[in-house]
C-alpha cells in the first residue's frame, strides 16, 4: 500500500513563498545592504558575513556575488548611512547672509541631529573607530571640509572679525566643543543605553547659545 502524501501546512507553504521569492538585482542588493547595516550597528565591524548572510537568509555566496569583499560591502554602508543622509541644505542654511549665527546654528543642529541621533549611524562610527578608523576617518574629513570652517567662519563674521587667515586650533576646538556635545547625545543613547533629552530642541539651542557667548569671552570682537 502507497503512504499517503502528508499535507502542508499553512505555515509551511508561506514559508516555502517566501524562500522561493526572487528578487530584483536591486532589491536584492538592497535586502544585503540593509540586512548588513543592522548587522554591523548590533555586532561591529568585525562581525563575519557568514553570519551576515545566515542573518538575512542568503547564502554566503550570493552575498559575494553583490559585494565581492567585506571591504566593499563596509564602503556601501558608509555610502548609504553617512554620506546618504548628508544635505546640501545644510550647508546654505549656514551661508545664509541674512540670518543671524545663532539662528542658523540651531536651524542646522536641530536637523542635523534628526537625521544623525540613530542606533545605526551612532554606533557603525564608533565600531569603525575602534576597529580600523575608516569611517571616522571619511566622515571626519567631510565635517572638517564642508561644516567647521562655515560655523568658524560665521562665528568671526557675528564678532566683527577679520574673516581670513587660518583657523586657529581654539577656534577648531571651540566649534569641535559644540559639535561633540551633539553627537554625545547619541553616545549616551545608543552606547551607554541612557535615556536621551525629553526636550531635545531646547538642549540644542541651549548649547547653540552656550557656544556664542563663551566664543565673545574667548575671542573678543565687536560684539
Given at each position: 500500500?502507497?503512504?499517503?502524501?502528508?499535507?502542508?501546512?499553512?505555515?509551511?507553504?508561506?514559508?516555502e513563498g517566501k524562500v522561493r521569492q526572487r528578487?530584483?538585482?536591486?532589491?536584492?542588493?538592497?535586502?544585503?545592504?540593509?540586512?548588513?547595516?543592522?548587522?554591523?550597528?548590533?555586532?561591529?565591524?568585525e562581525g563575519q558575513t557568514r553570519d551576515l548572510a545566515k542573518d538575512i537568509g542568503i547564502t554566503h555566496p550570493l552575498l559575494y556575488h553583490y559585494f565581492p569583499t567585506k571591504q566593499a560591502l563596509i564602503d556601501r554602508v558608509y555610502q548609504e548611512v553617512y554620506l546618504g543622509r548628508w544635505k546640501r541644505e545644510w550647508e546654505t542654511w549656514l551661508d545664509e547672509k541674512d540670518t543671524g549665527l545663532e539662528e542658523k546654528?540651531?536651524?542646522?543642529?536641530?536637523?542635523?541631529?534628526?537625521?544623525?541621533?540613530?542606533?545605526?549611524?551612532?554606533?557603525?562610527?564608533?565600531?569603525?573607530?575602534?576597529n580600523d578608523g575608516s569611517i571616522p576617518d571619511k566622515y571626519l574629513g567631510?565635517?572638517?571640509?564642508?561644516?567647521?570652517?562655515?560655523?568658524?567662519?560665521?562665528t568671526r563674521k557675528h564678532l566683527g572679525l577679520p574673516l581670513r587667515g587660518k583657523i586657529?586650533?581654539?577656534?577648531?576646538?571651540?566649534?569641535?566643543?559644540?559639535?561633540?556635545?551633539?553627537?554625545y547625545i547619541g553616545i549616551r543613547q545608543w552606547v551607554y543605553n541612557l535615556p536621551g533629552p525629553e526636550n531635545?530642541?531646547?538642549?540644542?539651542?541651549?548649547?547653540?547659545?552656550?557656544?556664542?557667548?563663551?566664543?565673545?569671552e574667548m575671542f573678543g570682537g565687536d560684539k
Open positions: 500500500m502507497r503512504a499517503r502524501t502528508k499535507e502542508p501546512t499553512p505555515d509551511a507553504v508561506k514559508k528578487l530584483s538585482t536591486q532589491e536584492r542588493e538592497q535586502q544585503i545592504l540593509q540586512g548588513a547595516i543592522k548587522f554591523f550597528s548590533e555586532r561591529g565591524l546654528l540651531a536651524r542646522f543642529y536641530l536637523d542635523y541631529a534628526a537625521t544623525i541621533l540613530t542606533p545605526e549611524w551612532v554606533r557603525i562610527l564608533v565600531f569603525s573607530g575602534l567631510l565635517l572638517k571640509q564642508k561644516l567647521f570652517p562655515r560655523i568658524v567662519t560665521e586657529t586650533e581654539r577656534e577648531n576646538e571651540h566649534a569641535w566643543g559644540l559639535h561633540g556635545g551633539i553627537f531635545l530642541t531646547e538642549v540644542i539651542q541651549d548649547r547653540v547659545h552656550a557656544y556664542i557667548v563663551a566664543a565673545q
